[in-house]
Nanobody, 121 residues
Framework: QVQLVESGGGLVQAGGTLRLSCAASGSIVSFNAMGWYRQAPGKERELLAAITSGGSTNYAGSVKGRFTIDRDNAKNTMYLQMTSLKPEDTAVYYC???????????????WGQGTQVTVSS
């Protein structure tokens, strides 16, 4: 059984900084592409940033230059450094990871439970 657990969310003033973490645990054989998503009330979940197992990254235009995704493969952990936060960044943030639990099975995408980020003006 694989679990992804996010942490680091909270309340911050506009212009502030937060660092989210996503730690994977369980029977993990390989840990491949990972990404951070968010979902604001009444809106669809959107992809913010993605990182491959080799460290290549991509960002949505709304967060490019403000957010940085990275990962520590040895710790099976992914991070999202968020700077210059705006009230419109308020949402529940989710991590997603493509994980293989057996070399005999295909990888599967797992989701974390989400962590709330609230940016006050």
């Amino acid at each position: 059984q694989v679990q992804l657990v996010e942490s680091g969310g909270g309340l911050v003033q506009a212009g502030g900084t937060l660092r989210l973490s996503c730690a994977a645990s369980g029977s993990i054989v390989s840990f491949n592409a990972m990404g951070w998503y968010r979902q604001a009330p009444g809106k669809e979940r959107e992809l913010l940033a993605a990182i491959t197992s080799g460290g290549s990254t991509n960002y949505a235009g709304s967060v490019k230059g403000r957010f940085t995704i990275d990962r520590d493969n040895a710790k099976n952990t992914m991070y999202l450094q968020m700077t210059s936060l705006k009230p419109e960044d308020t949402a529940v943030y989710y991590c997603n990871a493509a994980i293989r639990t057996s070399w005999l099975q295909n990888e599967y995408h797992y989701w974390g439970q989400g962590t709330q980020v609230t940016v006050s003006s």
